[in-house]
């Protein structure tokens, strides 16, 4: 099986509307989920970066598409977060609807990888994005972020409840403890991303 050299990851461009995106070739995977679920944090953790993917205290962080290249036809893509609260309503659904547009119309979008902070998974917008995932043939991962804030007992509890509720919805979807600041997860997380990488091969 071919590996991928996750540290390798550099930043390749970012794009504020979808039909600027001049990147024609190779597969991409994008990190998915509301604001603050830490998908700029995962893939920080994943590429053994401090700062590829910027993070924020404040959510709303991420107001591009940014892609990051892992290997010359592989990359991944940080999206803004759905649902940042504060944010006036009208900007709000105007990156709801390039993100949606994003995800539906994206040839080259091979694979989503949904985050859902563990004290909080299964929102209305995570729904929105497994009813995405049943329309188009894609590969999908569910990293229940921020693991480290929950005891080991409270994490297995929460992991049932949404792989159950996962499982009405669409049968077999993974889902993984994943916690960016202990590196919870991280293997499996590469070891998926490599499966789907070289299913392309
Ligand atoms: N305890 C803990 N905090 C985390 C973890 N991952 C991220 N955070 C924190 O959660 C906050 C949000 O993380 P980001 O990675 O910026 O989240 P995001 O999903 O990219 O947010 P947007 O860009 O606004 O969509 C930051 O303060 C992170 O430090 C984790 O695994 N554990
Ligand atoms: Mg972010």
Redo the contacts with the bound molecule.
């Keep these: 099986m071919f590996v991928l050299n996750y540290n390798k990851t550099y930043f390749l461009n970012s794009f504020s509307k979808i039909n600027d995106i001049n990147i024609q070739d190779g597969i991409e995977i994008a ?1 998915v ?13 994943l590429t053994n970066k401090k700062n590829l ?11 591009l598409i940014n892609f990051f290249q892992v290997n010359s036809e592989f990359r991944i893509v ?5 649902g ?1 609260a504060t944010a006036p309503e009208i900007v709000k659904l105007k990156w709801q609807k390039i993100l949606y547009h994003y995800l539906e119309k994206r040839d080259f979008l091979k694979g989503i990888i949904l ?1 859902m902070d563990i004290r909080y998974p299964l929102k209305k917008l995570d729904y929105k994005i497994l009813d995405l995932v049943k329309k188009r043939k894609i590969f999908f991962l569910v990293l229940l ?5 929950m005891t080991l007992s409270q994490q297995n509890h929460q992991f049932k409840i949404v792989q159950n509720e996962l499982n009405n919805f669409i049968h077999d979807i993974p889902v993984v403890l ?5 590196k ?1 997860g991280i293997n499996i997380l590469k070891n998926t991303l490599n499966l789907w990488h070289n299913s392309f091969l």
Excluded: E, H, V, W
């Excluded at 972020?145 to 804030?149: A, E, Y």
């Design positions: 990190f989920g509301y604001s603050n679920s830490g998908k700029s944090s995962a893939i920080n953790a993917a910027r993070f924020s205290k404040m959510p709303g962080r991420t107001q940080d999206l803004p977060g759905y940042y985050l972020t921020k693991s480290d804030k994943f916690s960016s600041i202990r919870t």
